[in-house]
């Protein structure tokens, strides 16, 4: 076991994909590019490069870090699915980290942490839970972070885990996303 694991966090919850890589809690390298669309496409050469920037393989890695969200619900499922199933190829454990988690990790002392959400709504958590609340309502709001901000406090939050063992990492929804069932009947079955 290393006392400074290798760890890669990337986050693709908002219109943004991000990736960081850190040893120990020390940064060492750290992208982000801001798209509305493309994440799927863009994340995977993304930390290839974020690797090869650095001399580094993925065979290197002692472990990911991705965000769980709350935040866009095709982003965070297209994070989520990308950290298990490299993690799987590389007999490594993933992190889960809710945005909550490196957003506490970032913001000021005395802030309220919230994350954006569509419609001028706002993620909170506090002593009633997770919700979505209207911006405006909320007191003293932390500033938001950067997306490569959230790519770092994500990886070192994983790093202020290791080596603690971890549940594969699952989309963390404070809501049901807006996509309704289709309405029309289901196509008739021929046998």
Not at 47 to 66: K, M
Request: charged content about 15%; overall charge negative; hydrophobic content about 40%.
């Amino acid at each position: 076991m290393k006392n400074d694991p290798l760890i890669l966090g990337f986050d693709t919850s908002g219109s943004y994909c991000a990736a960081a890589l850190v040893r120990g809690g020390d940064v060492i390298a750290c992208v982000a590019e801001d798209m509305t669309r493309g994440q799927a496409e863009r994340l995977m050469s993304l930390l290839e490069e974020t690797l090869t920037s650095q001399g580094v393989t993925w065979s290197d890695l002692d472990a990911l870090a991705v965000g769980t969200g709350p935040g866009n619900f095709t982003g965070i499922r297209i994070g989520v699915s990308a950290a298990r199933g490299v993690a799987l190829g590389l007999a490594i454990p993933a992190y889960g980290v809710t945005g909550f988690q490196s957003h506490a990790r970032i913001a000021l002392p005395g802030t309220t942490v919230t994350i954006t959400a569509p419609r001028d709504m706002v993620y909170i958590s506090d002593t009633q839970g997770p919700r979505l609340v209207p911006k405006d309502e909320v007191p003293n709001p932390a500033p938001q972070p950067t997306p490569a901000a959230l790519a770092k406090a994500i990886a070192q939050h994983a790093a202020s885990l290791w080596p603690a063992p971890c549940p594969a990492p699952a989309p963390y929804y404070v809501r049901a996303p807006d996509a309704a069932p289709a309405r029309d009947a289901p196509p008739k079955v021929l046998s």
